[in-house]
């Protein structure tokens, strides 16, 4: 999940997410530079630096495990599945191949925990529904009828592909004329929030494949919509403004339209602030 807002939103919001099963990765900064208050910035009353950024914080769903009643994270869960085989915890290193990361690292219980890679876990549940007590098999078991695959567990996590050269702060120039969104036959803008296409494309290429689902709760111009679409996903989005609603729609016919006509130009991502 991207959590796009401002510094106070998002620190208002983030004790929620926790609650509710998001785990915190990162805070992306869009810096939009001097640009952003060029000619408006009244600086003799501010009494802070002039704000030109915006923060877009990265999360992923924590793993649940629901057992006997109670939610166990990853880390709860295989140990309680060890445990669960009746075998020492010194025969995960065998089932791993390992000389001792198994106890040490995958079932302790300590903040050196980190999860077995996938290849790795493949070992540990063939190990144990092969040696573990007869009585408690499947282990390592997500319906309680068969053991979990290795592709099964793979996607437990968040996926993400990072990009030499990219860090946590995107430079980009405010949008103003361009790819900025105007009121059809006016010149104002149709919306103060609109983001840029080119950081919304980066976050969902990042962190999703060709497919996938994007869902975009807070539409606005549908921007994660439409990065989504050109980028081959499935685009979901909700906008409760029905006129605000009414431009997105058009946003991404006009696109769809456009496309079809000069399919070329608009594969090329470097046309995509002219839209
Ligand atoms: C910050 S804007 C999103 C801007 C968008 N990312 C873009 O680039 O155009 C947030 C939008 O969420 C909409 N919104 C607020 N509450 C909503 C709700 N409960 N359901 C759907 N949309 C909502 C607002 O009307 C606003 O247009």
Redesign the pocket.
Known sequence: MWF?NTEVGWAIVHPILEEYGWHYVSCNIWNKGIQHIAGNCNLPILKNFPIVTEVCAQYVRRAEFPVNGKVLSLKQWLRYEWERTGLPLYKANEACGVANAATRKYLTKDHVWYAPPPDVFKQLVAYANEHGDANGKPFFSLDGQKPTTQAQYANLFARFEGQYGITNVWEHPPLHNGERVKIPGSSKYA?????PLKL?KLIIEVSSAPGDVIW?????????GLAAYMSDRVAHC????PN?FTL?VNRLQDYDDQAKLQPKLLENNVALGEL
């Open positions: 796009w919306h103060l929030n609109q983001k919304i975009e709760p807070f539409g606005g111009l549908c921007t994660a909700a906008e409760i403004n605000i997105a």
